[in-house]
């Protein structure tokens, strides 16, 4: 069983910068995909970026686009989320996930099977 952990998470005011780190441990894939997703309160958990295994691959959502950076280091087992010019609507429980990398890069979350425990991220105006 693969097990994330997500580390970096923070307060922060509107247009600072944080790096969030998903470290993965056990069982892993060879090849694997890894999403970042975020949950505000009383809102569905949803679609931030996602990283094909060998980095080849990332797609972000709208909202994210030019501000946030999603990269990773096979080497360490690890992905990392750089979140720029922060704004308070990026206030949310951040969390990252993963699935075998096949296809085209997965945005729902029913489509990652292991997920860590979330890192809370919080912007004030």
């Known amino acids: 069983q693969a097990q994330l952990v997500e580390s970096g998470g923070g307060s922060v005011q509107a247009g600072g910068s944080l790096r969030l780190s998903c470290a993965a441990s056990?069982?892993?894939?060879?090849?694997?995909?890894t999403g970042w997703f975020r949950q505000a309160p009383g809102k569905e958990r949803e679609f931030v970026a996602a990283?094909?295994?060998?980095?080849?691959?990332?797609y972000y959502t709208t909202s994210v686009k030019g501000r946030f950076t999603i990269s990773s280091d096979n080497a360490k087992n690890t992905v990392y989320l750089q979140m720029n010019s922060l704004k308070p609507e990026d206030t949310a429980v951040y969390y990252c996930a993963r699935r075998p990398d096949f296809g085209p890069i997965a945005t729902m979350t029913h489509e990652y099977p292991y997920w860590g425990q979330g890192t809370q991220v919080t912007v004030s105006s």
């Open positions: 056990g069982r892993t894939f060879s090849n694997y995909a």
């Open positions: 990283i094909t295994w060998n980095g080849g691959r990332t």
